[in-house]
């Protein structure tokens, strides 16, 4: 059955620090690969997406995330993470086609301590 | 980006009374839109899939008869909680791909339901 697994549910790490959420997929085929913030109370905003071509992806606010086939991953990464940056990260994948759903993880809380 | 609204952005009501909630696409038109459910700190789950002109595609467990989806135009999808209950208390989503062949979604900002 096609999953997306976040393995950590809760993460802290203080600010300026570098952090990295893991996400890991299971897709008979390459899916198409999505990473999503939310904060308390509101809709989910896309940080970044992959469907193919170079498997370092760029997106908003300085995350980047790396496509591995070879380890069935798509983990989050940020080199120095704000305060601003606490909230809940869900990773989500689309088996492609005509097919729209996304299969969302159970997400990462991402406490920031100062 | 695309922007989704949500109508209302929270709401409390009785139990037995029936509540609606609207999902627009603002700068853009949307043939297929989501509708989520999101419980306290849990993930995302997808309720049923809502295609302009026709009838709605729910997921598995999920009642039609209770959670009622019609899509009125290219822009508006709308979720009616059906005699609702505490246990329908929970954080409802739409989204909408951003062009019919597009698998980027953009969510609406959510709909806190609190039934009483």
């Known amino acids: 059955a096609q999953s997306v697994t976040q393995p950590d549910i809760h993460i802290t790490v203080s600010e300026g620090a570098s952090l990295e959420l893991r996400c890991n997929y299971s897709?008979?085929?390459?899916?198409?690969l999505f990473w999503y913030v939310q904060s308390p109370g509101q809709g989910l905003q896309l940080l970044l997406k992959?469907?193919?071509?170079?498997?370092l992806v760029q997106g908003i606010k300085g995350f980047e995330a790396e496509f591995k086939r070879s380890q069935s991953s798509f983990n989050l990464r940020k080199p120095s993470v704000h305060w601003s940056d606490a909230a809940e990260y869900f990773c989500a994948g689309n088996s492609g086609g005509s097919n729209y759903k996304l299969t969302f993880g159970k997400g990462t809380l991402l406490t920031v301590n100062p | 980006g695309a922007v989704v609204s949500q109508h209302p952005s929270r709401v409390i009501c009785k139990s037995g009374t029936s509540v609606k909630i609207e999902c627009r696409s603002l700068d853009f038109q949307a043939t297929t839109m989501f509708w989520y459910r999101q419980f306290p700190k849990k993930s995302l789950m997808l309720m049923a899939t809502s295609n302009e002109g026709s009838k709605a595609t729910y997921e598995q467990g999920v009642e039609k008869d209770k959670f009622l989806i019609n899509h009125a135009s290219l822009t508006l999808s709308t979720l009616t909680v059906t005699s609702a209950h505490p246990e329908d208390s929970s954080f409802y989503i739409c989204?909408?791909?951003?062009?019919?062949?597009?698998?980027?979604?953009?969510f609406g900002p959510g709909t806190r339901l609190t039934v009483l």
């Open positions: 992959y469907f193919s071509g170079d498997t």
């Open positions: 897709y008979g085929a390459t899916p198409y």
């Open positions: 989204s909408a791909p951003w062009t019919s062949g597009s698998k980027e979604q953009f």
